[in-house]
């Protein structure tokens, strides 16, 4: 059996959730994410939170403020 190659898949672009480092300002912190963003529902407050709007799942609680964006894989 032959295996194929996913032509397109070279020029992915993965799916991040950018939040504030203890670093300091302009510094985050990366989370890769299994979604495209549209999938995902952010909710500012006290504490930030990220939802997945396909599963229901929290996948960020915490300090804000947070994005979602698309970087080069």
């Known amino acids: 059996m032959s295996e194929t190659l ?3 898949a070279l020029g992915h672009s993965a799916v991040v959730l950018r939040t504030p480092s203890w670093l300091g300002p302009e ?3 990366e989370i890769a994410l ?3 963003p549209g999938d995902y529902k952010i909710t500012p407050g006290d504490r930030w939170t990220v939802v997945a709007l396909k599963t ?3 996948v960020y609680s915490g300090i804000g403020p947070v994005e979602i964006a698309r970087v080069k894989a």
């Open 6 to 8: 996913d032509l397109f």
């Open 27 to 29: 510094i985050y912190e």
């Open 34 to 36: 299994a979604f495209e």
């Open 56 to 58: 229901g799942q929290t």
